[in-house]
Every structure is written in C-alpha cells, then in structure tokens.
C-alpha cells in the first residue's frame, strides 16, 4: 500500500523541500528510498506506490515535482506507467531507478518520456545527484550511456552492433522480461491487461525477430537475458 506524507514544515516558503514520489513493487526499496532522500535538506517523500494505478492517483492527490520509477511494478509495466505520466503530467519529471542493465531499457524510457535512467546498485550520492539533475529540468544518465547515445547518434545504429533485442516494440520486450521470470501465456495477459491471444501474437513475433525456433527456445533464451541484465 501507499503513504502520503506532508513537506517538511519547518522550512521556509523560499526553501520548501521538493517532493519526491517513490514507485517500485518492492516495499524495501521504497522505505530505503524514503529513508535516503528525507535526510537531505532539499527535498522529501510525498508518498509511495507499488502499482501503476496506486501512483497515478498519488500523483493527482500529493503533486509531486518528480517520481522515481522502477521498470518492474506489481501488476503493470514501469515503461506504460511512463507513458502515462507524459500524457496525463507532462509537466511531471520521471527519473528511472532499476536493477535492470541501462544498455537495455534507457533508451526505450527516455524516447517514452523519462528524463533520467540510474541503476540500483551505484552510490547514494549518485541517486540524489540524478534526482536534483532531473528536478533542475536536465536529463541525467551514466557517463557510459550518455557515451553510447552520442556514439549512436554520429556513427548511426547500423554501426554499433546493438542488441538483436532492439528489434522488439516495447510491448514485445515487456512480454520477453515476463518471459524470463517465468510467468506462462495467461498470467502475462492478465499482468498486461490484454488477452491471451495478443500475448500469443506477440510470442510469435518476439521468436521471429530472434530466429528461435521453439517455446523452450524462447523461455531458454528470455531467462538468460533476465539473468544477464540483472548482473551486467
């Protein structure tokens, strides 16, 4: 479940603290979250969600200058809940925060409406430096990321080698990731909201566009990458 929590009232009007929501399916992660970011002198926790549905409506209810979204939510996609957020807030900043390889998903976010990819396991300093980059209207990623982008854009993507898995639409890397966890057909469709038979269309495709040849292929295939993005 969600909290909300008032600004500090302590500070003056000139130095209100600037409120930050927390979103990620795991209950540990927010309150480690909450803990790190109310102990600077600048901002704080209005609220947290483990759900899309949970931070829309904390969203509407506490109005915060920038939510931190994790890739995975419980029941929904972190990438949908961004794109969400640009229609419904643009005005409202989005800083991602994963465990997932950044070489995977950055791009995918950014071009979704995130202004900013950090992954879990770096320093504190660097998460609170990322969040006050994307509340100071800037986009923030890693030294290694912002490299790859800029690389991309000067040598075209023909030229750097990507991953045969940029080939797939969001939704076809969403279904890839549920793949690797090991959720089968019809628990996919209901985490996604559609049905069985799209689930199945995009199955279909995801093996062609990765030349695999059975389902055991497939899952084979999507538990390894689940494993390689979580330890990149």
């Not at 990623?141 to 993507?157: A, N, Y």
């Not at 538990?223 to 993005?229: A, G, R, T």
Request: proline share 3%; hydrophobic share 40%.
């Amino acid at each position: 479940m969600s909290t909300t929590r008032p600004t500090d009232s302590t500070v003056g009007p000139s130095q209100a603290k600037a409120k930050v929501l927390v979103v990620d399916d795991h209950a540990v992660v927010r309150q480690g979250l909450t803990q790190l970011i109310n102990r600077e002198k600048d901002m704080c926790v209005c609220g947290d969600a483990e759900t899309a549905a949970e931070a829309l409506k904390m969203m509407a209810a506490t109005h915060p200058d920038v939510a931190i979204v994790d890739v995975s939510l419980k029941e929904d996609s972190g990438l949908d809940l961004v794109k969400d957020v640009k229609i419904r807030f643009p005005k409202l900043p989005v800083l991602v925060l994963s465990m997932h390889d950044e070489t995977f998903y950055a791009e995918r976010f950014l071009r979704a409406g995130a202004r900013g990819y950090i992954m879990k396991e770096v320093a504190t300093e660097k998460v609170m430096t990322a969040i006050r980059r994307v509340l100071a209207g800037e986009v923030y990623l890693s030294e290694r990321m912002s490299s790859r982008i800029l690389h991309k854009l000067v040598d075209g993507p023909a030229r750097q080698g990507g991953s045969a898995l940029d080939a797939l639409s969001d939704r076809e890397l969403e279904v890839f990731r549920l793949i690797g966890t090991g959720l089968g057909t019809r628990d996919i469709a209901k985490r996604l909201h559609v049905s069985v038979k799209t689930v199945e269309a995009h199955r279909a495709h995801i093996k062609d566009k990765l030349k695999l040849d059975t389902a055991t292929e497939l899952l084979q295939h999507a538990i390894q990458w689940m494993q390689d993005s979580e330890s990149a």
